[in-house]
């Protein structure tokens, strides 16, 4: 079982920045890709960022160029920086990690809130 805990969300105004951080725990050695989601009040959880063990990152077309998400693979933590942030990034920021042996995303963290407002 593996265990995920975010940190780092709160208040920003519309083109400042936050850094979010998912801490792993438990059965690591099982993790493969690791993405951030996010959830807005009556929407869809959608996928935002993701990365593989090897490095290889991708991003939904509405962050590109604004986030990046890394990893510390010694720390088993995994960030997302949020820069040029805008009132639609406003949402619940969930870390996930898929699971080697099934390739989906079985572990989930609690969440962290995000709001973008002036």
């Known amino acids: 079982q593996v265990q995920l805990m975010e940190s780092g969300g709160g208040l920003a105004q519309p083109g400042g920045s936050l850094r979010l951080s998912c801490a792993a725990s438990?059965?690591?050695?099982?993790?493969?890709?690791m993405g951030w989601h996010r959830q807005a009040p009556g929407k869809q959880r959608e996928l935002v960022a993701m990365?593989?063990?090897?490095?290889?990152?991708d991003y939904v077309d509405s962050v590109k160029g604004r986030f990046t998400i890394s990893r510390d693979n010694a720390k088993n933590t995994v960030y997302l920086q949020m820069n040029s942030l805008k009132p639609e990034d406003t949402a619940v920021y969930y870390c996930?990690?898929?699971?080697?042996?099934?390739?989906?995303?079985?572990?989930w963290g609690q969440g962290t809130q995000v709001t973008v407002s002036s």
């Open positions: 990365i593989t063990n090897g490095g290889t990152t």
């Open positions: 438990g059965n690591i050695f099982t993790i493969g890709v």
């Open positions: 996930a990690a898929q699971r080697r042996c099934t390739g989906q995303y079985d572990s």
